[in-house]
């Protein structure tokens, strides 16, 4: 990540292997994440989430759909959608959740 985002409060997420760091707004977050290891996702929901892929690789079920997302794919998962996942070492995105309490 380049150092204006590195110069964000770090996110606090409770994921192994991420650093995150959390550009917050009154009505949203906007989340730069990395990761250096391999993350199971257990399926949960919540307000809105828009992301870009920006390296590496993530799986996402999708209400009950899975797909595969690469660099420079995009996703998005609807508010109060069921969703999990497999996210892999070396993947890196953005991501806007439309809520300003998500971390």
């Known amino acids: 990540m380049p150092d204006p985002i590195k ?3 770090k996110a606090d997420i409770h994921l192994k292997g991420i ?3 959390l550009s917050q707004a009154e009505s949203h977050q ?8 391999d993350v199971e996702l257990q ?3 919540h307000e809105s989430q828009w ?3 920006l390296e590496g690789g993530i799986d996402l079920v999708i209400d009950g759909v899975k797909q595969s997302y690469a660099k420079g794919d995009r996703y998005f998962i609807p508010q109060g959608v069921r969703h999990s996942g497999r996210i892999y070492a070396g993947y890196a995105d953005m991501t806007f959740f439309n809520q300003p309490d998500r971390y």
């Open 7 to 9: 110069n964000l409060r």
């Open 43 to 45: 399926e949960h929901s």
């Open 30 to 37: 906007i989340i730069f994440m990395e990761f250096d290891e």
């Open 51 to 53: 992301g870009v892929v």
């Open 19 to 21: 650093t995150a760091y």
